[in-house]
């Protein structure tokens, strides 16, 4: 399995970015996709997922702000950032969830077991 990010880069604060995944190499529909960050000296952490039939999740800080969409037929996901922060830059994960569906429908939990690489995300004046 594969997992390659795309999109990120340097903005000031209040702009917009959109960052881009896909995941390939399985052949069902990943339980969840999802996007986590970290920042220097700070451990990683979760920022929006999206679960197999379009239900999504973001942690406090980014809600309002970013959106999480994936396209289950091209095994993609985006995260559209706006009104970015300083405290939003970081290297941004994308991650997907492809356990077998006997396996991952048993529990309502994402559980990731594939990343990539990550893009790093810049937000200065």
């Known amino acids: 399995v594969q997992v390659v990010e795309s999109g990120g880069g340097s903005v000031q604060p209040g702009g917009s970015l959109r960052l881009s995944c896909a995941a390939s190499?399985?052949?069902?529909?990943?339980?969840?996709m999802g996007w986590f960050r970290q920042a220097p000296g700070k451990g990683r952490e979760e920022v929006a997922g999206?679960?197999?039939?379009?239900?999504?999740t973001y942690r406090d800080s980014v809600k309002g702000r970013f959106i999480i969409a994936r396209d289950n037929a091209k095994n993609t996901v985006l995260l559209q950032m706006n009104t970015l922060k300083p405290e939003d830059a970081a290297l941004y994960y994308c991650?997907?969830?492809?356990?077998?569906?006997?396996?991952?429908?048993?529990?309502?939990?994402?559980?990731?077991?594939?990343w990539g690489q990550g893009t790093q995300v810049t937000v200065s004046a």
């Open positions: 190499g399985y052949t069902y529909t990943a339980f969840c």
């Open positions: 991650a997907a969830d492809t356990r077998p569906p006997l396996e991952a429908y048993r529990t309502t939990k994402c559980a990731y077991n594939h």
């Open positions: 999206v679960y197999y039939d379009g239900t999504t």
